[in-house]
């Protein structure tokens, strides 16, 4: 693929800034990273970096037209369906190529016991058994959990999350992945958790936390990706610079 001049990567994840320090800087390619800004600190990026949305399939498609992208690379987090749909419909229009990078998701193994939903609110309506959570799910999705009673939350995040159950106790961790397993273990029974709720993000780097809990035995709500379109897929930023021929 010689001919690439102008990509747009669709950034939020710690592989699209892997990908965005593979792509830039290289001959002949120009690279535009675009972040929705939902996280203070990304990662280091290099090249033209923009923050903030399109406004939607509309405004992409005429970002894409008036900065003459050839080529779009969806690096979003596997549950920014949006984006990711907007994107491809988007591509489509204008008859560019569209490709996706997504960490493959994690699957249960012997000795897991996960009960799989679909969306964080179901995630909330299965809590009753329960009374330590774990709440892993993003600073921005614990609404759902604000008005359950007589629980014990222990709440992390990336950054600082606003979250005040007011029938409910409390705690919050500050902090980025990778964990090591000997840590969450040692987390989940200082804290006496007895039960994990987590998002399908796949890859290595919060994995830790999903066999500590099959160490203790103790249970996971497992929010599973929303369906996507069908499109071009790759697994890892190897095998999509081998696809770009870079």
Sequence with gaps: MADLRKILLLGGTDDAVRLNQSLAGHPGVELITSLAGRTRNPGHLSGNTIVGGFGGEEGLRQFITDNHINFVIDASHPFADKITRNAINACAVVDIPFVRLQRPEWKQQPGDCWVSVASVKDAASKLCAYNRIFLT????????????????????????????????????????????????????????????????????????????????????IMIERPALPDCTRFSDVKALLLHLGL
């Design 137 to 220: 799910v993003g600073r921005q999705e614990l609404a759902p959990f604000e008005d359950i009673a007589d629980k014990f939350f222990l709440v992390r995040s990336i950054e600082k999350a606003e979250f005040a159950p007011q029938r409910s106790e409390v705690s919050f961790i500050q902090g980025r992945g990778p964990f090591s397993v000997e840590d969450e273990f040692s987390l989940l029974r200082e804290r006496r958790v007895d039960l994990l709720v987590s998002k399908n993000s796949g890859g290595t780097a919060t994995y830790a936390k999903i066999e500590a809990a099959r160490r203790l035995g103790i249970p996971v």
